[in-house]
């Protein structure tokens, strides 16, 4: 999973134009939002250790939102028609 993370990482760093990273934002949304669900209610139901699950829980959304104001500040194209 690192890896999968490092790799859109650098394509992103890598990529002429914000259309060729545009898919890549969207996923990370998604799952950093499904993410920080999971740990959450893992920590709620006590499933694992709680602190951990609660750490996760908060890096997951951090990230979600710094990821939410990427997407928020992207290049806007005008759109045919």
């Keep these: 999973m690192l890896l999968l993370g490092g790799l859109t990482s650098f394509h992103g760093i890598r990529a002429p134009s914000w259309a060729h990273v545009d898919f890549i934002v969207r996923g990370e949304r ?8 999971v740990f959450a209610l893992a920590a709620v139901g006590g499933i694992g250790p709680a602190m951990g699950n609660w750490l996760f829980a908060a890096v997951s959304a951090v990230l979600f939102v710094l990821f939410a104001a990427t997407f928020a500040a992207r ?3 005008a759109q045919p028609g």
Excluded: D, G
């Excluded at 998604?30 to 669900?37: E, G, I, K, N």
């Design 30 to 37: 998604a799952y950093l939002a499904v993410q920080t669900l």
């Design 75 to 77: 290049p806007r194209t």
